[in-house]
């Protein structure tokens, strides 16, 4: 049986049923509690997952060595370190979870046996990518032409679960601003 969340995340046209039972079999359950590393800085990624629940980030440390928020992950969407899953190179972030989380893992070798044997799977696939381009792509221009505030503004109409779930050190790093700067933003707005 297909899970409907699971449907969501590989939702395709190409994706008819029985593909999508065959990707759905080939992840398995894994679980982390917060705090958990779920890769780290120097392994190269053997796989990604589907977070069913839960809130994770990624994260490199900078020249001075403070953590910076790359990304964050929730609910049905693709935890994943792109660079050093298909690059097969060691990872320059780690990724861990904020808050106790349920994933379903597919390897790597699996993927790439879906990926050339199910057309759709392969469709899909490029267009994640794709949509992630854009998104990054997104980030980085209005990390320059919007205020502090104003991404804090859209962060919260966008993605409120992150506001909630994660220490919010991590989110002023993730907005690019200290903490300070990020409590005298949160104190006008109140």
């Known amino acids: 049986m297909i899970n409907e969340w699971f449907a969501q995340v590989y939702q395709h046209p190409l994706i008819d049923a029985s593909d999508l039972q065959k990707i759905q079999e080939a992840h398995y359950p894994i ?3 917060k705090g958990d590393f779920i890769f780290k800085k ?10 069913q629940s839960g809130l994770m980030r990624s994260f ?9 928020t790359t990304d964050f992950f929730s609910d049905n969407e693709v935890v994943i370190d792109v660079l050093s899953l298909f690059q097969r190179i060691p990872s320059q972030e780690n990724i861990q ?9 597919i ?9 050339h044997t199910i057309p759709g799977f392969s469709e899909w696939g490029r267009l994640w990518m794709t949509n992630r381009m ?18 804090y503004l859209q ?6 679960k992150w506001i909630l ?26």
């Open 31 to 33: 679980q982390f509690k």
């Open 42 to 51: 120097g392994e190269v990624s053997d796989g990604y997952l589907i977070l």
């Open 60 to 68: 490199a440390w900078d020249y001075n060595g403070d953590d910076i």
């Open 97 to 105: 979870a904020l808050t106790d989380c349920i994933c379903w893992k």
């Open 107 to 115: 390897d790597y070798e699996t993927f790439q046996e879906l990926y």
């Open 134 to 151: 854009f998104h990054f792509k997104q980030r980085m221009v209005e990390m320059v032409t919007l205020s502090a505030k104003d991404r």
């Open 155 to 160: 962060l919260l109409k966008e993605k409120p």
């Open 165 to 190: 779930q994660s220490p919010l050190k991590y989110i002023a790093r993730y907005l690019g601003i200290t903490d300070t700067s990020f409590s005298r933003i949160r104190k006008e707005m109140s």
